[in-house]
């Protein structure tokens, strides 16, 4: 078996969802190089035009256990010249896949179309990961003149453990497109299981696309993307209902709302002026924040001065199943708080052949700055976004008694110290009704 990349066109132009396509007769119009294993060359970025009027394309692959991208330009998408540069490389990274390379605006939150360049613009490197299932990207510059990029930060270069990802669950493969009508860049990725090969087969599917999301610079803090879900999901909202509460140190409130399967949350949380300061003053109080970590610190049960506090999602009554999604706000050695971002599927279900992972990661809060959070819950997915899109989690968790009208919502505040107010609406959502297209619903579309 070998990896080669090949060439097909579109049967009909006038067709709006290009159905059917012609192969070219040449394919394969790419093969690996010398000194790339037949099994690593894959998955082409959408192609950039260069400053020559060239077309220019990546593709991720690996030499031992250095992660590389390889570059080749081209006039016709036929013959390629591949350049003796790599676009990048990382050691000890393993096998890039799916890599993906475009531009972003640092002082527009917009989109930009892949082959944009210029003083404004920062260029974002992304692989995924085959040894981790991770994916990685770092923000950094581009030299057209030789094919190459370099991150600004090596320290968080791609793939390393230390790198910046799209989202800290269960999210691979991804890709991104520039969707030219509304000016944005849509970000698609691959939501894989976290149950047992068995349990798929015996359900009939395996696997889903997560909700496409826009993906911008951050350009308050210049460090990292920001990703939220396409507008089109709001299409999908139904009824909501407003709330505002004030929650003290151990409280948990059930957030009526009826069924919670189905949910779209969007919410912001203030910690009581009063609490931060007792804090912060507190010469005593423990610094945690450079030991505390989602993954290792024992969930939303464990409890700090000034966290967990945020939501348990797709909760049976008796909350003896639930996901809780959380801020985790801790003191540092330099009397700073830092915040974390989390989701706990450690009592997600009681399903024994299930991954119940705890996610997530820091995420930056800049001053005067409330935490917010949106949750998309949807039966067997969660879909959570800090700080507007800093920080994200996707997680597949598998309920076998908080499903359907048993499912519900909850509010909780398990920090020690901490009082909370929390300002949230919480929408009903609609099933999507995906069809696929009828011949005839095709030929309308083609005489519009």
């Known amino acids: 078996v070998c990896q080669v990349q090949n060439l097909a066109y579109p049967e009909d132009l006038n067709d709006p969802l290009l159905l059917k396509w012609v192969k070219y007769s040449g394919n394969p119009v790419l093969v690996p190089p010398p000194g790339i294993l037949p099994k690593d060359f894959r998955d082409p970025t959408t192609a950039w035009k260069t400053s020559a009027g060239k077309w220019r394309i990546t593709i991720g692959s690996k030499i031992n256990r250095t992660g590389i991208s390889l570059v080749y330009d081209t006039t016709d998408f036929k013959t390629y010249e591949k350049l003796d540069t790599l676009l990048h490389k990382v050691p000890n990274t393993g096998m890039w896949e799916c890599v993906d390379f475009y531009p972003v605006s640092k002082t527009k939150v917009k989109g930009l179309d892949t082959s944009v360049n210029g003083p404004d613009v920062k260029h974002i490197v992304k692989a995924s990961m085959d ?25 968080i270069d791609v793939g390393i453990s230390t790198s910046l990802r799209y989202d800290y669950g269960k999210f691979y493969a991804s890709k991104t497109f520039y969707d030219q009508n509304k000016g944005r860049r849509i970000l698609w990725s691959w939501i894989g299981e976290s149950d ?33 879900p396409v507008e089109e999901v709001k299409s999908l909202r139904l009824s909501s209902k407003k709330f505002d509460m004030e929650v003290g140190p151990g409280s948990l409130v059930h957030v009526d709302v009826g069924s919670a399967a189905q949910l779209d949350i969007e919410a912001e949380f203030e910690i009581k002026k009063e609490s931060l300061d007792k804090i912060l003053g507190d010469a005593s109080a423990a610094a945690e924040a450079e030991e505390f970590s989602c993954q290792k610190s024992g969930g939303s049960t464990v409890r700090g001065a000034l966290g967990p506090f945020g939501f348990s999602v797709l909760a049976d009554e008796s909350l003896s199943e639930q996901t809780p999604v959380y801020f985790y706000v801790a003191k540092g050695k330099d009397s700073k708080l830092k915040t974390f971002f989390c989701t706990d599927a450690s009592r997600s279900s009681f399903a024994n052949d299930v991954v119940k992972p705890i996610y997530g990661s820091s995420v930056p809060v800049l001053k005067g700055e409330k935490l917010t959070m949106r949750i998309l819950v949807d039966h067997s997915i969660v879909e959570a976004f800090g700080q507007g899109g800093r920080t994200c989690i996707t997680s597949r968790v598998y309920p076998t008694k908080a499903i359907y009208g048993a499912a519900k919502l ?12 929390a300002s949230f609406k919480v929408w009903q959502m609609n099933s999507a009704f995906i069809h696929p297209y009828s011949e005839e619903a095709v030929r309308a579309l083609s005489r519009t």
């Open 196 to 228: 047992s090969e068995s349990a798929d087969v015996q359900k009939g599917w395996s696997s889903l696309q997560g909700i496409p999301r826009t993906v911008v610079l951050d350009t308050k803090t210049g460090k990292n993307l920001v990703q939220w």
């Open 410 to 421: 909850f509010l909780f505040n398990n920090a020690i110290d901490a009082t909370i107010t």
């Open 131 to 155: 040894d981790t299932r991770i994916d990685h990207y770092a923000i950094g510059t581009y030299f057209d003149s030789n094919g190459t990029w370099i991150p600004d930060d090596p320290s």
